[in-house]
């Protein structure tokens, strides 16, 4: 099945994963912006990585729109900061069509003030202060809302390794034998 890993990404986590998960699929990796309808078209099944922003899923409705002309298949990951207990997991899945909800993902990867871009930074301090401002309602909480002082990362292979499983578990539909 041709496959291609696409990613959204500012701070380098996302893109990481991304290439991560290409090298284990042996399959194409390739940057949102650098793909249109046409080149789309070329695969069976599109995995699909971006992070999560003001609680929504960074170019998700872009490439749906790009999406709906083909028929081929997709699987997303999402990435973000929060631990994956206190994230609002349903709420990103809600963004992606119900037919592709069945095997999305999401990791928590951490935040890079260095590869964090000067426009975002401020979008970034501002999520940072409403976060810092909240009651600490677990010690996991807590713990994050002091992580997020400086540039962390927490990327769990495991998690990315039992997605690639899944990802292989995916039945090719355009295989008839």
């Known amino acids: 099945m041709e496959t291609l890993v696409l990613y959204k990404g500012h701070s380098g986590f996302t ?6 998960i290409g ?5 194409d990796v ?17 995995i699909f990585g971006a992070p ?15 999406k709906n002309e083909i028929n081929n298949q997709l699987v ?5 900061s929060k631990p994956s207990s206190l994230a609002d997991i349903e709420a990103i899945k809600a ?15 951490g935040i ?3 590869k964090t871009g000067f ?10 202060e409403s976060e810092k401002a909240k009651p600490s309602i677990n010690e996991e909480h807590k713990a994050y809302q002091q992580q997020l002082e400086k540039t962390f990362e927490c990327i769990n292979k495991e998690e990315v390794d039992k997605f690639i499983e899944t990802i292989k578990s995916i039945p090719d539909p355009f295989n008839i034998f």
């Open 15 to 20: 893109e990481r994963i991304a290439r991560y």
């Open 95 to 109: 963004q992606i069509p119900e037919k592709y909800q069945k095997n999305f993902a999401y990791f928590q990867t």
């Open 30 to 46: 390739k940057p949102f912006k650098a793909v249109n309808t046409v080149i789309l078209m070329n695969y069976e099944l599109i």
């Open 23 to 27: 090298r284990q699929l042996q399959c």
């Open 52 to 66: 999560i922003e003001n609680g929504e899923l960074t170019c998700m409705h872009e490439l749906i729109v790009k």
């Open 76 to 80: 997303v990951f999402a990435t973000g």
């Open 119 to 128: 426009l975002r930074i401020n979008k970034l301090r501002k999520f940072i």
């Open 112 to 114: 890079n003030y260095e």
